[in-house]
């Protein structure tokens, strides 16, 4: 099982903690496709489908037989609002629908284990003891993981002791503080770094080894 340094606010090791095999040691790349699924799933949940465009029924117009049926010369006509004709109903236009659907479970968290293993393999996530913020104060929170951490960007995941580091992080947009609840594969791929608080590692212990 893999071992990693525990940082406190000011990056000083404090510690270390062993990382379980079966979150953070898979091989990223054997899966990419269940990666891919799983990200395509969650995009398509976002999706408003409000798209709408008039049908033949509902499109202005039209109610009346534009000729009589015989004796023009022409083709038989019903209405001059048909698909075929020019200001006519489109036709199979888009409607409002849903494109959310559902992976399993288990390719859900498969590849939730996936890109953590691919941010640990890059080095790129880190674990620290707590955040420890009396107060909120954005200023101190910027001036931590830019400076301190080096970091440009991050998604930092912790527990429900951390609400005033929340708060300090709500306008910063290079970073993103997921509870460890509401941990998912799109906001982790999205970061280039993961910092993970102590309680996160043991809750996700306790969610995805199963």
């Keep these: 099982m893999p071992v990693v340094d525990v940082f406190d606010r000011s990056k ?5 903690i062993e990382l379980n095999d079966a979150i953070f040691a898979i091989n ?23 798209h709408s465009t008039k049908t033949y029924a509902t499109i202005s117009g039209g109610g009346v037989k534009p000729w009589k049926q015989k004796g ?10 048909a698909s075929t004709l ?43 003891k707590e955040f420890g913020f009396s107060e909120v104060k954005t200023k101190e929170a910027r001036a931590m993981l830019q400076g ?7 998604v930092i995941i912790g527990g429900d002791k951390e609400e005033n580091f929340i ?5 910063l947009k290079e970073y993103l503080f997921l509870h460890v609840s509401q941990v998912n594969v799109y906001d982790i791929a999205a970061y280039k770094n993961v910092i993970l ?14």
Excluded at 167 to 171: A, F, K, P, V
């Design 12 to 16: 000083s090791k404090v510690g270390d």
């Design 28 to 50: 990223f790349e054997d899966k990419q496709i269940v990666f891919s699924e799983v990200v395509k799933m969650q995009m398509a949940a976002w999706r408003r489908g409000t």
């Design 72 to 81: 023009t010369g022409r083709a038989r006509r019903g209405t001059l609002r």
């Design 86 to 128: 020019r200001g006519g109903a489109p036709a199979f236009g888009p409607q409002p629908r849903d494109y959310s659907y559902t992976v399993p479970k288990k390719k859900r968290r498969l590849a939730l284990k996936a890109v953590f293993s691919e941010r640990l393999a890059s080095e790129q996530l880190f674990v620290i």
């Design 148 to 154: 301190t951490w080096n970091l440009n960007d991050a």
């Design 167 to 171: 708060l300090s992080l709500r306008n």
């Design 197 to 210: 608080t102590e309680d996160a590692v043991k809750e996700l212990n306790e969610v995805l080894v199963k």
